[in-house]
């Protein structure tokens, strides 16, 4: 199969803050019939002992709250368990302070992801531990709007 991505159908901005730098940056979704191209591009991250950080999409309509409390938890309409929530992706890792990750999924379409959330976390998914990976703090967040 081909897959050409041209104009991406749906944008996330992100913004964050941690002690050293604000964390900004974009994630852009492209739809093809069975697979949907995520493509995310952030700055501004800490260095930490790992140099991984969880990247989920979560349920909430919003990034409110000091704490990014209004994103709520990982988007997973199906009631499956982690890591198989339709919002699990893989870990965003550093290089410098900045981070490119580009993967093909089949767990959700553009179109159910439009209003939720897109969370970066201080700390990578273990992909066990129940109920979300134990990613620890959100530091940034982004509201997913059709583009």
Sequence with gaps: M?????????????????ITSDVKGIVKFYQKTNCVLVVADINGLPRTDANFFGFHIHEGDNCDGIDFSGSKSHFNPYGAPHPK???DMPPLMLCGNMAHLSFITDRFKVADIIGHTVVIHD????????PAGNSGQKIACGVIKRS
């Design 85 to 87: 929530h339709a919002g």
């Design 2 to 18: 081909q897959c050409k991505f041209n104009k991406p159908q749906a944008i996330a901005v992100i913004n964050g803050k941690n």
């Design 123 to 130: 700390m990578p998914d273990d992909f066990t531990s129940q």
